[in-house]
Nanobody
């Protein structure tokens, strides 16, 4: 069983930056595609981005491209989401997730394990 724990969320002003991280335990982190999703109040969970097990490929959603970056450190079982130039529309609970797929996984049902989420709030 894989456990994922996010941290680093908080309150930031529009235009600011924030990094969130996710630490995995109980599995073989270095073999998983890792993804980030977010869910705003009253909205469905939305794909933010993903990174393959070897960091060779990353993909982020159109809504955050050019502002958000995903990276990972397999030695530390950690995946990161760096968020720059934040907008109020980025306010959401951010979740990390682990997929067994060797390639990039971009759909909700590709992910087998989920963290509990961390709140990111962007004030205008």
């Amino acid at each position: 069983q894989v456990q994922l724990v996010e941290s680093g969320g908080g309150l930031v002003q529009a235009g600011g930056s924030l990094s969130v991280s996710c630490v995995a335990s109980g599995g073989t982190f270095s073999t998983y595609c890792m993804g980030w999703f977010r869910q705003a109040p009253g909205k469905e969970r939305e794909f933010v981005g993903a990174i393959t097990w070897n960091s060779r490929n990353t993909y982020v959603a159109d809504s955050v491209r050019g502002r958000f970056t995903i990276s990972r450190d397999n030695a530390k079982n950690t995946v990161f989401l760096r968020m720059n130039n934040l907008e109020p529309e980025d306010t959401a609970v951010y979740f990390c997730a682990a997929s067994f797929k060797n390639l990039l996984a971009v759909t909700f049902d590709s992910y087998a394990y989920w963290g509990q989420g961390t709140q990111v709030t962007v004030s205008s």
